[in-house]
């Protein structure tokens, strides 16, 4: 069964930024100062991919925002259920090429999950099939303060990964550094990244910040962000560079390849993740749990209807053992809820309603003691054990 394609478009140079960064960095805060610059009368589209198989990143941007995406002129789509560049090139194409065919963006802004590698997006979006349709600006990482003040990230392959291929990195979350610290932490940075550029964010920033002190901060801070908007990427350009040097051997299936962005159907549900979730998790209370690399991840979806005693809930979730990273949005005893917490930072704010409630749990394996497990084997340090059942029927519990 052949699929038609009418009006294939194809794009050219639509600037694209990457806003990298490990789990719980502060990604989304960056997202919403860089969506802070965009001109009114100019509609940018915004890609989210989630490791979990519950979108929740969307949500939490849109909650932040003082009006609906739509009505600020911003598209925007999002890709769960693992990293969108680790097995195959097909869910970033789809998401890309429906974001681009659909919206018609002036710029494309992506967060991939901070679970992946970036490199291998790099690799992907350094393709020559990309090096028309994208300008490739600066890679924008995000470095929290208070993560690397900690070994076990300081030391995670992932948390480094993040710091080697940025071209620019916002550190946030230095309040507690001294002046030494914040030093060697300038010097660990050189050690993986000699060239990337550092930006030391203001904290708590707002674009409407009435304190003479602050104002000129806030502006200089915000004028640096959106000079890397349009700033040409150099970790991509080499990349490219090494591509175009390899052009020359044979690629089976390079024609096709190279005009996959314009010819993904736009109407094609069988490859289209977000539809295929609807459909799979359209029976609600859904709940799952896996393991991936060394975290395990649980999520849940419930009605609407649902209400869950909120002190109950929070009490719950920070108690849990090892957790890196709690994501929600909920209807609780005190509203609705949008819940998001890292080990750095508690936050909950009340929100308009929603069409049900999500929430999203991601637990490091491994102790959570660090001075102990430096004292245990391998086996006890990876033996964190979570019933997942036993939490499910927990969580049931608290509502009301």
Not at 40 to 47: F, G, K
Not at 214 to 219: A, Y
Not at 272 to 296: G, I, K, M, R, V
Request: hydrophobic letters at 40%.
């Amino acid at each position: 069964m052949s699929i038609s394609v009418k009006n294939p478009i194809i794009f050219q140079n639509i600037p694209c930024t990457l806003v990298t960064g490990f789990l719980g960095a502060g990604k989304t805060t960056v997202i919403n100062q860089l969506l802070a610059t965009k001109p009114n009368d100019e509609r940018w589209a915004l890609l989210i991919n989630e490791f979990s198989r519950i979108g929740i990143d969307g949500a939490l941007l849109a909650s932040s925002q003082d009006n609906d995406l739509e009505q600020q002129n911003i598209a925007m789509r999002e890709v769960s259920g693992g990293c969108i560049c680790c097995t195959s090139q097909l869910p970033l194409q789809i998401a890309i090429s429906r974001l681009l065919n659909d919206h018609h963006p002036r710029r494309l802004l992506i967060e991939p999950t901070g679970l992946a590698h970036p490199r291998e997006l790099i690799l992907q979006l350094s393709a020559p099939h990309w090096q028309t349709a994208l300008q490739m600006n600066a890679v924008i990482t995000v470095l929290s303060g208070e993560q690397w003040q900690q070994i076990k990230y300081r030391d995670h392959e992932g948390f480094q990964a993040h710091v080697r291929d940025a071209d620019v990195l916002i550190v946030n979350r230095y309040d507690q550094l001294s002046s030494s610290e914040k030093h060697t932490l300038i010097e660990w940075i050189a050690t993986l990244n000699s060239h990337a550029k550092i930006i030391w964010a203001v904290s708590e920033l707002t674009t409407e910040t009435t304190d003479a002190s602050n104002t000129p901060l806030t502006k200089e801070y915000i004028a640096g962000l959106n000079y890397q908007l349009d700033k040409p990427s150099s970790i991509i350009s080499n990349q490219r560079k090494v591509n175009i040097a390899h052009l020359h051997k044979p690629m089976i299936g390079s024609q096709s390849q190279a005009h996959s962005l314009a010819t993904v159907p736009s109407s094609s549900s069988s490859t289209d993740e977000t539809e295929a979730q609807a459909s799979a998790n359209s029976d609600l209370p859904y709940h799952y749990h896996e393991e991936q690399q060394d975290f395990q991840l649980a999520g849940w979806r419930l009605p609407a209807h649902y209400i869950l005693n909120a002190d109950d809930l929070q009490n719950w979730l920070l108690a849990l053992p090892n957790w890196q990273r709690i994501k929600g949005v909920v209807h609780t005893s005190d509203g609705w809820l949008q819940i998001n917490f890292n080990p750095g930072s508690l936050t909950t704010k009340t929100i308009d309603p929603q069409t049900d409630s999500r929430l999203e749990i991601i637990l490091q394996l491994g102790s959570a003691d660090n001075t102990a497990k430096e004292n245990e084997t391998d086996d006890e340090a990876s033996s964190v054990f979570i019933d997942w059942e036993d939490c499910n029927r927990e969580l049931m519990a608290m509502v009301i």
